[in-house]
């Protein structure tokens, strides 16, 4: 079983820069696939980025491709989220995740989630 605690969340402005950090316990966290989802209210839960197990390959969504980047440290069970650029249509609850699976690419893969943490972004 694997826990996760995601942190960094807040309220930016537009154009500003978040980082949010998501640490992993409970679990052997280099034996999973992570991923970053993120949920507005009013809307369905949307994928962002994931990472393979051993960091050497990514994939993320076309709304956050050259804005964010998903990065993992198995040593320290921790996976990041560099946000850039904000945009107040970024505004929603992040989640990581953590699943078996090569990648985490829809809301139906994951095996773990954090509880999520908070992002504004004020225009």
């Known amino acids: 079983q694997v826990q996760l605690v995601e942190s960094g969340g807040g309220s930016v402005q537009a154009g500003g820069s978040l980082r949010l950090s998501c640490q992993a316990s409970?679990?052997?966290?280099?034996?999973?696939?992570a991923g970053w989802f993120r949920q507005a209210p009013g809307r369905e839960r949307e994928f962002l980025a994931t990472?393979?197990?051993?960091?050497?390959?990514?994939f993320y969504s076309d709304s956050v491709r050259g804005r964010f980047t998903i990065s993992r440290d198995n040593a320290k069970n921790t996976v990041w989220l560099q946000m850039n650029t904000l945009k107040p249509e970024d505004t929603a609850v992040y989640s990581c995740?953590?699943?078996?699976?090569?990648?985490?690419?829809?809301?139906?893969?994951?095996?773990?989630w954090g509880q999520g943490t908070q992002v504004t972004v004020s225009s």
């Open positions: 995740a953590a699943g078996r699976r090569l990648l985490l690419s829809s809301s139906r893969d994951p095996d773990y």
């Open positions: 409970g679990g052997t966290f280099s034996s999973y696939a």
């Open positions: 990472i393979v197990r051993g960091g050497t390959g990514t």
